[in-house]
């Protein structure tokens, strides 16, 4: 069973960054995919940023010019670095994984809130 384990949520002011890491159970190097997600009150959970297994990287239109994924296959960690934050990112951030079999794994999911 693959677990994924977010960490680095918390409470920051407009304009303000976070970092969030992401630690995998099993090797991230041979997944389809690694992302971010966040599911905001009352909307429905959708895409921030994802990296394919080739290093290619797709982004949110809102989230283009502030925030950047990366990964370290080495410490099984994906990052979600979100730089100039505003309220509306103000949500809860799940990490994925869409290993090559297509199964779609899921962390717990970490609070982010911008607010002064």
Avoid at 31 to 43: F, I, N
Avoid at 69 to 80: E, G, H, P
Avoid at 85 to 108: F, H, M
């Amino acid at each position: 069973q693959v677990q994924l384990v977010e960490s680095g949520g918390g409470l920051v002011q407009p304009g303000g960054s976070l970092r969030l890491s992401c630690v995998a159970s099993v090797s991230i190097f041979v997944t389809r995919t690694v992302g971010w997600y966040r599911r905001a009150p009352g909307k429905q959970r959708e895409l921030v940023a994802r990296m394919t297994g080739g290093g290619g990287t797709n982004y949110a239109d809102s989230a283009k010019g502030r925030f950047t994924i990366s990964r370290d296959n080495a410490k099984r960690t994906v990052y979600l670095q979100m730089n100039s934050l505003k309220p509306e990112d103000t949500a809860v951030y799940y990490c994925n994984l869409e290993a090559r079999t297509s199964i779609n794994y899921w962390g717990q999911g970490t609070q982010v809130t911008v607010s002064s």
